[in-house]
């Protein structure tokens, strides 16, 4: 797409007015807010603000977003509303489209989508809050969703597509192949997520070790959870915020060291 003003993708627009849209943001606030942190929702509702010139849509810089958060209170970084924005895309509540002018990235187009329930999604949803409440691995674990995979069938008892060393590191805590499997998803669908974001820049190779990053993932769960830390919603979805948070931060280090571009 190319580069141009807000006008130019007024066509972009799903909603008649403002007050339509503002009636959409309510109903996804209602079903999505609270897979947000607080700094995150910053960022969201300032999207939002910068919408409401053209309904649902903005081209604002990312930069000038983020700058603009610091006149509140409580200013966020480039990388929490970064990591707003993935999470927001995961749910359906925006679109985010690229723009070029030449072969050169330009900033983003942001478009808001109308109100669809997210309730069916709630085992997948994204978060990396540091949770508040303890459930230790018991029968939690019991209630996973998974595919309609027969696990009986297994070779072996070894799982397809899962690698060896991070299977055998989980069955030590998780006797239940499901449990494996449905870990294993939160890597496949973090690192898909994080491969789409990091498309956009383009001398960036996200070099990802899914074995690696489950491992250490999965060993920094079980730290936290001996040192006491409480785990507010399910077991996965704490392990996906770590992998998010590690993710997150190799971004980070590379936009911190230009030197790495080169």
């Not at 003003?5 to 999505?32: A, G, P």
């Not at 995979?149 to 989980?170: G, M, R």
């Not at 998803?185 to 997520?193: H, P």
């Amino acid at each position: 797409m190319k580069s141009g003003s807000i006008e130019q993708f007024v066509h972009l627009s799903k909603f008649n007015d403002v007050k339509e849209f503002n009636n959409h943001i309510e109903q996804w606030m209602v079903d999505c807010k609270n897979y947000f942190t607080k700094s995150e929702l910053i960022g969201l509702k300032r999207l939002i603000r910068y919408s409401c010139k053209y309904a649902g849509i903005s081209n604002a810089k990312i930069q000038t977003l983020v700058s603009a958060t610091h006149n509140d209170e409580i200013g966020i970084s480039r990388s929490t509303f970064e990591r707003m924005l993935r999470k927001a895309k995961q749910l359906g509540i925006l679109t985010v489209h690229n723009t070029f002018c030449g072969s050169n990235q330009r900033h983003n187009v942001y478009v808001f989508n109308h109100y669809q329930s997210t309730k069916q999604v709630e085992s997948e949803a994204p978060t990396n809050e540091v949770p508040e409440t303890i459930d230790v691995l018991n029968q939690e674990t019991s209630k996973v969703k998974t595919n309609n995979i027969l696990i009986d069938t297994y070779k072996n008892n070894v799982i397809p597509n899962v690698p060896i060393e991070f299977q055998e590191l989980v069955k030590c805590y998780f006797h239940n192949p499901k449990q494996v499997l449905e870990l294993w998803k939160c890597v496949r669908c973090s690192t898909e997520q994080y491969n789409e974001f990091t498309e956009q820049y383009v001398d960036y190779d996200p070099n990802v070790n899914k074995a690696e990053l489950a491992i250490s993932s999965f060993k920094q769960m079980i730290v936290n959870i001996k040192l006491g830390y409480k785990i507010k919603k399910s077991i996965f979805s704490y392990f996906y915020g770590i992998i998010q948070h590690k993710l997150d931060n190799q971004f980070k280090d590379w936009k911190l060291n230009p030197y790495e571009r080169n």
